[in-house]
């Protein structure tokens, strides 16, 4: 739906108090005078017939709900795969939604899972120009403003990552900027980039052309036909309306769509319907969780100005005003990134007879940003308002696209939340779609758009109405890293301690819905307001101190810290049964004693990480913890892969389990003194206990950071009481509250990998330096030959802890993942995460590298004598400066104070802190003084 305004400037400057309404463009008198503005080209030379059917086919290979321009790529790349049976519903008009009223700007300014399906985007929108369709298609770049410092260093760091994998980008002054855009106003521009591959094409021609061609390859279209059911079957019947809170995707289906003209059969369902697209997912047992909030996107059109007839100019950002615009024929458009943006309400819009038209609060909302536009061109001040349009578009609440096949049904696919800017992605999303489906398994960094990476709380439509306020804004947002956390939507999944936390200093952020302290405030009182993250910076956190004691607590002492986020699963069957299962799906050898634990990968076909879990043996069932971002994800693996004969149960326990982690020498006395039982254990096994008036209590000899202690599994209704007793009787022995920010310290100091940022789909066991984990003896598991194969054919990347040289951790900007690594003036690969390493005393980063020829030629391996080679100067971009750095493949030899000796050591002194801790306070002291 789109709605439309005209308003006129008076002379001087301001908006007239009254304007005329506009219907809806849906209305053909609206429909060409869009067209007469420029909104779309009338130079095609070759046509385009869009051929529509009448009456609903009774079946089709594939059916994809809206024809827009997403469905519309979609069904384009299934037939280029030479799919051919495709139907394509839609409830208005084919290639006439909201898609096709977008900004038509493509950026490539953008991280580079991103920018791969931009990239392809201007290749697809090339090709189909050079085939002699107009799509109106123009290199015009971009010039990205900051106009603080923040924002400079922001701008200089992206321009040096995206530079070496081939976007021409330059970093500009004002006076650079104003020749390539003389309307600019500059006086507070601090500096910017230039992107000059940077394009704009014709969203609605596009959208038509991929239409027409879907339909010479066989795709036929069905207008004014809306979805009113997805049906679906398990073991042989149709699903009524039992309630069901889980079933197994492998073996739920979908088998065709009932319509408002009628019922189709089909072997696969893409939802591709916009704004409309979560209502879809509602209508069907079980429903399909697809969460998207519709929120209104402005564009404001300014008259056609007589200078600008011979003229192209660049598209501008100006980031820090949250605006954009661009020239449009011989006129300016303005787009919006609000900072507290409209939600749009899909459920209410018929209550209203005033639904799609453009009102009052809509010009209030918009004013501050059309006076930052005034500023920044100030011609614009001269100019009369042309049209306001409104077309609602479908974000998400992480911000990024959702696609792939869905948790809960089989063969649904999704193609929805783009987040504002259809055309950005849409050629490319479409091909990742179809080859999806076709190829049966995920194209290659898709790891950030699946549609597996939300819980049901993601769905709930009161999160994601508060959320969506918040996501638009954060497209233009300065990221800072570390404090970069949203504000809506918070506070609603967190364990039974949180407000003990919270009280105790606390600073949260949130992962998968999940409230985590990152870390403590040391001078909060328990009457104070909750703690909250500092202003951010590029350089030195503010807060490093409070990081690094609570590290030192972990080296030295006992630190307590909740771990209760971890995805946890109980996989039961008969022995035997369970065994063979798991031993499949793990690249570990799991048949270990009950008692032990193992941590294992599950590879993928190609050798890739599905998971990296631990394993906890029981009778007759495993106990499983994965990292937070799994829930969803890997439940959906291990059930298509469960045994035909419903021998194996799979339970999600998650919210069942506090998860306490002690760290630390002092862990095992503390331990002993609240439960009275002789905690000497081997590490990688578990046993149950009694922890103060808690019983069943699972205690795991392993932590999370390398350092000796446990990991506590405790029913949720016991765990504030022993929480609590920690806290006092831990007392004696130092303790502290530790956050998720100092295991994240730990864990890259010593070059351990994690989920999501080493360790994802696309990267192997061999390439990040984890085969001691993989079992290539075992008769089999899946991905043993890719592994094996590429073990003998050798790795074209590999993961390496880098240690920054001549860094000065409190003057520098820090590398904070994603830096371009360079081995002899070459670029090589980029950094993946970054830490202080305490102990080191050095900044510390991991990334995977690859050899040069490999990035430019054909594929050479990466030996250890390559990466080891003593001559070979290695250095990490950081902010435009090349940093040296040394190459390591293997931990650092840090010492560790074993459990063992601390007893004798401490016994008489437990009141007494660490010794480090003690002197890094004294020569802060010093320092200050």
């Known amino acids: 739906m789109v709605a439309l305004a005209r308003g006129l400037y008076t002379s001087g400057g301001r908006r007239a108090s009254t304007w005329r309404k506009v219907a809806r463009v849906n209305n053909a008198a609206s429909y060409q005078l869009v067209h007469a503005q420029g909104y779309a080209s009338s130079k095609q030379t070759k046509p385009v017939n869009i051929t529509e059917v009448a009456d609903l086919p009774s079946h089709a290979q594939v059916v994809i709900a809206g024809a827009g321009m997403i469905g519309n790529s979609v069904a384009y790349h299934l037939v280029k795969r030479g799919w051919s049976d495709i139907v394509i519903i839609d409830k208005g008009q084919v290639a006439k939604g909201t898609s096709r009223y977008g900004s038509g700007m493509l950026g490539l300014f953008r991280p580079s899972y991103e920018r791969r399906l931009v990239e392809y985007c201007i290749d697809l929108y090339s090709d189909l120009q050079k085939q002699g369709y107009d799509v ?110 889980h079933h197994s995707n492998k073996h739920i289906k979908v088998t065709g769509v009932r319509t408002e003209k009628g019922t189709i059969s089909c072997a696969y369902f893409v939802n591709c319907a916009g704004i409309w697209a979560r ?32 003229r192209k100019l660049p598209n501008v950002r100006d980031y820090d005003s949250r605006i954009y615009v661009r020239q449009l024929e011989s006129a300016f458009m303005l787009g919006v990134f609000e900072k507290t943006a409209r939600p749009w309400d899909v459920t209410k819009h018929r209550q209203d007879a005033d639904w799609n038209q453009i009102k009052e609060e809509h010009w209030l909302h918009l004013e501050p940003y059309i006076r930052a536009a005034l500023r920044r061109i100030p011609i614009l001040k001269e100019t009369p308002y042309d049209f306001l349009m409104n077309t609602p578009d479908a974000f998400t609440p992480d911000g990024r696209w959702i696609l792939g096949e869905t948790p809960e049904v089989a063969n649904y696919f999704v193609c929805a939340g783009m987040n504002g800017n259809s055309l950005q992605g849409a050629g490319g999303v479409g091909r990742a779609v179809a080859d999806w489906i076709v190829d049966g398994l995920a194209p290659k960094h898709m790891l950030k758009f699946e549609v597996q990476r939300f819980t049901s709380l993601h769905n709930n439509s009161r999160f994601l109405y508060e959320r969506s306020r918040e996501v638009v804004g954060r497209h233009y947002q300065l990221h800072y890293p570390i404090v970069n956390e949203f504000k809506y939507g918070r506070k609603i999944r967190t364990s039974p301690i949180y407000s003990e936390l919270e009280a105790r200093g606390a600073v949260f952020g949130e992962r998968m819905g999940w409230e985590r302290a990152l870390y403590f405030n040391p001078n909060h009182h328990r009457e104070d307001p909750p703690s909250e993250l500092p202003a951010g910076t590029w350089k030195k956190p503010e807060f490093l101190d409070h990081i690094e004691d609570e590290y030192l607590v972990c080296r030295e002492g006992v630190g307590l810290m909740d771990m209760s986020s ?57 106990f499983m913890v994965s990292p937070t971002q799994q829930q969803t994800r890997i439940l959906e693996w291990m059930d298509n892969h469960l045994p035909e004969d419903n021998s194996i149960s799979l339970q999600d326990v998650t919210s069942m389990y506090t998860v306490l982690s002690l760290i630390g020498p002092k862990s095992k006395d503390l331990m002993e003194e609240m439960s009275g039982s002789d905690m000497t254990m081997e590490p990688l096994t578990y046993k149950e206990i009694n922890v103060g008036y808690a019983s069943g209590v699972m205690v795991l000899a392993v932590t999370n950071t390398g350092e000796p202690g446990y990991s506590l599994y405790i029913p949720s209704e016991f765990a504030l009481q022993i929480y609590d007793n920690f806290m006092k009787i831990g007392r004696d022995y130092g303790i502290r509250n530790v956050g998720h920010l100092a295991m994240r310290m730990a864990r890259i100091e010593k070059f351990i990998p994690f989920w999501g940022e080493e360790l994802t789909a696309d990267t192997t066991p061999n390439e990040s330096n984890k085969t001691f984990k ?10 043993k030959d890719a592994l094996i194969k590429q073990s003998q054919e050798g790795v074209y990347k590999r993961l390496v802890q880098f240690q920054l040289e001549n860094f000065n951790k409190d003057e520098d900007v820090w590398p904070w993942g994603g830096e371009a690594i360079y081995r002899n003036g070459d670029f090589v690969g980029f950094t993946s995460s970054t830490a202080y390493g305490f102990t080191l005393q050095k900044m510390v980063a991991l990334g995977f590298v690859r050899h040069p020829d490999s990035l430019t030629r054909n594929l050479t391996p990466v030996d250890t004598n390559w990466l080891l080679d003593e001559d070979a100067k ?13 190459a390591h493949l293997n931990p650092p030899n840090l010492p560790i104070i074993q459990q063992e000796s601390v007893k004798d050591n401490y016994k008489h002194k437990k009141h007494h802190p660490p010794v480090q801790l003690l002197k890094k306070r004294q020569q802060r002291e010093h320092s200050v003084a």
């Not at 950081?878 to 040394?886: D, H, K, L, S, W």
């Open 136 to 245: 109106g298609l123009e290199h015009c770049g971009s010039v990205n403003i900051a106009t603080t410092k923040d924002r400079m260093i922001s701008l200089r760091r992206r321009a040096s990552s995206y530079r070496p994998t081939g976007v021409e980008c330059h970093v500009i002054d004002k006076s650079e900027m104003t020749k390539l855009h003389p309307y600019l106003n500059t006086e507070d521009v601090v500096g910017g980039v230039w992107i000059p591959q940077d394009a704009c094409v014709d969203a609605g021609k596009v959208s038509e052309v991929l239409a027409h061609l879907s339909c010479q390859g066989g795709a036929k279209f069905v207008r004014n036909c809306g979805v009113r059911e997805v049906l679906t079957k398990t073991d042989g019947s149709t699903i009524g309306n039992m309630s069901m809170e």
């Open 874 to 886: 290695w250095a990490i971009d950081v902010n435009g400066e090349m940093i040296p750095v040394t």
């Open 279 to 310: 209502e879809i997912g509602r209508m069907m047992k079980p429903p399909v969780k697809i969460p998207i909030c519709p929120t209104e996107h402005f564009f404001l059109t300014f008259q056609p100005r007589r200078e600008l007839s011979d």
């Open 566 to 622: 971890f995805a946890k699963f109980i996989i039961r069957g008969e022995n035997k049964s369970v065994i063979n299962y798991l031993q499949k799906l793990c690249s570990n050898d799991v048949d270990v004693p009950v008692g032990e634990c193992v941590s294992t990968g599950m590879q993928n076909d190609k050798g890739g990480y599905e998971n990296d879990c631990l394993l906890i043996r029981r009778d007759n069932s495993f």
């Open 774 to 783: 993989v079992k290539f003896d075992k008769d089999y598991f899946i991905g």
